[in-house]
T-cell receptor, first 113, second 111 residues
Framework: GDSVTQMEGPVTLSEEAFLTINCTYTATGYPSLFWYVQYPGEGLQLLLKATKADDKGSNKGFEATYRKETTSFHLEKGSVQVSDSAVYFCALGLYSSASKIIFGSGTRLSIRP | DGGITQSPKYLFRKEGQNVTLSCEQNLNHDAMYWYRQDPGQGLRLIYYSQIVNDFQKGDIAEGYSVSREKKESFPLTVTSAQKNPTAFYLC??????????FGEGSRLTVL
């Protein structure tokens, strides 16, 4: 069935380090892909998205490229800040029938000053 | 203000009781969703609905039921058949692009 697999956390990095959070998916058809972020004490919010193969989503210095050949959508940031500490969720949306949207298990990121 | 309202924020249930969580949106979104969030397991899809009077089971629908009689409302009933109902429940909606807007959640505890 359709699924999203994320690298397990927690991930701890020093400020200004390079970040990669891996995400791979299994889906029938051509899904849209998303990264959501949940900051401490806040609700989930969309970080970035890509709707077709080779699209790159970007926001707040984060990027992710929709790779159909490897069924991946890895999240990257060149230089992380303490304020990036949060839980990051990869998700996919299937619009073939009734707009099913499913999430990965989430990756907790902590950034040390 | 436009948004999604979930109630109650906290709910306690005795074993064997059904409880209903409310979700109302005034964003004029067609699609609505219910997710369950457990520590370390991310968000798991319970039910979703694209239009009024129609809904589909998600990955963990057993022990839950929903209705969609109005566009703005999508209540979730946690039945006594749900074996492990203690969790944080999130309602969301979207206008079709896949960007979900979430409510603040309801935390259910079974005593």
């Amino acid at each position: 069935g359709d699924s999203v697999t994320q690298m397990e956390g927690p991930v701890t990095l020093s400020e200004e380090a390079f970040l990669t959070i891996n995400c791979t998916y299994t889906a029938t058809g051509y899904p849209s892909l998303f990264w959501y972020v949940q900051y401490p004490g806040e609700g989930l919010q969309l970080l970035l998205k890509a709707t077709k193969a080779d699209d790159k989503g970007s926001n707040k210095g984060f990027e992710a490229t929709y790779r159909k050949e490897t069924t991946s959508f890895h999240l990257e940031k060149g230089s992380v800040q303490v304020s990036d500490s949060a839980v990051y969720f990869c998700a996919l949306g299937l619009y073939s029938s009734a707009s099913k949207i499913i999430f990965g298990s989430g990756t907790r990121l902590s950034i040390r000053p | 203000d436009g948004g999604i309202t979930q109630s109650p924020k906290y709910l306690f249930r005795k074993e064997g009781q059904n409880v209903t969580l409310s979700c109302e949106q005034n964003l004029n979104h067609d699609a609505m969703y219910w997710y369950r969030q457990d520590p370390g397991q991310g968000l798991r899809l319970i039910y979703y609905s694209q239009i009024v009077n129609d809904f589909q089971k998600g990955d963990i629908a057993e022990g839950y039921s929903v209705s969609r009689e109005k566009k703005e409302s999508f209540p979730l009933t946690v039945t006594s058949a749900q074996k492990n109902p203690t969790a944080f429940y999130l309602c969301a909606s979207t206008h079709g692009t896949g960007e979900l807007f979430f409510g603040e959640g309801s935390r259910l505890t079974v005593l």
